[in-house]
């Protein structure tokens, strides 16, 4: 019952520092140092918070569900249209290449080099400097971008080249840990005059496509041997954090709308001091 109440305590953890700019990597560390889990296998854990992202994914999925499913399935959605053409949204195809284009780096780079990035920078310290690199990044980008008014205010009018450079910053979360993935595909995309708004639901909308792809890579090099406690942690971790992330991510949208992530940016300085010291103070 207490590993259950654990995998509780890590869904809730994933389904709100998920979508928050925050990094979910920075706050699971901590987690795992103060409630580890028992009774699973050594390599659990790494296994464990890459593959409840899929629960924040399926979320995703539910609240925007018109705005991703390409094909249009009814005569009202078919209106006007004819032949093959008439089963497809052109304009949400469209996107999705672009969300394509955008997880070309990350995708490329992850395959190749995910294990040595797992073994340099997986650890308390560069997480928290991560941490507080992209919480500084937040507070000044923020400052410089107030003001400034945004050249891309829709999702259509985000270019192949502008879905390209959000997938090079997207690269850097996947290179380390801490940067927080939909922190940096966000402050990457307000750099090149995206809009706070649009930018968000980018990142969600890509989030898809690479946690999927990250959660079935981490399982396949796990392997699927689970014992009955792991695979019930794993299930409850993944439901809550589903859960969760519907709340959190109608919480997101609406606070954008009139507020900057500068608040976000002097939290993440906080929790990597706080990360710092606690792994310091305890070594």
């Given amino acids: 019952m207490l590993e259950i109440i654990k995998a509780f305590v890590y869904g809730i953890v994933e389904g709100i520092t998920e979508w928050l700019p925050i990094s979910s990597t920075g706050h699971l560390i901590l987690v795992e140092e103060l409630i580890p889990f028992n009774g699973t296998s050594e390599d659990f854990f790494g296994m464990f918070d890459v593959v409840i992202q899929l629960g924040a994914i399926l979320a995703v999925v539910v609240l925007f569900w018109n705005q991703i499913w390409p094909f249009a399935l009814t005569k009202r959605e078919r209106e006007g249209k004819t032949g093959a053409v008439s089963f497809i949204k052109t304009d949400i195809m469209k996107l999705w290449f672009k969300i394509l284009v955008s997880c070309v780096p990350a995708a490329i780079i992850g395959v190749l080099f995910d294990d040595v990035f797992d073994a340099l920078f997986y650890n308390p310290p560069c997480v928290a400097l991560a941490l507080i690199i992209f919480g500084v990044a937040f507070i000044v980008i923020e400052s410089w971008n107030k003001g400034r008014g945004a050249k891309v205010t829709t999702l259509s ?32 995309a307000l750099l090149i005059g995206v809009s706070r708004t649009i930018a968000a639901e980018y990142t969600f909308f890509l989030a898809i496509p690479v946690m999927f792809g990250a959660s079935l890579l981490k399982v396949m090099k796990f392997g699927f041997e689970f014992t009955a406690l792991e695979l019930t942690l794993l299930l409850i971790g993944t439901i809550v954090a589903f859960v969760v992330s519907l709340f959190v991510l109608r919480f997101l949208m609406s606070y954008i709308k009139k507020h900057d992530f500068k608040v976000f940016g002097w939290y993440r300085i906080i929790l990597g001091i706080i990360v710092l010291l606690y792994f310091n103070l305890s070594a």
């Fill in 157 to 188: 009018e985000i270019t192949y080249q502008t879905a390209f450079m959000i997938g090079v910053f997207q690269l850097i979360a996947a290179v380390f840990p801490g940067t927080s993935r939909s922190g940096a595909t966000i402050v990457g």
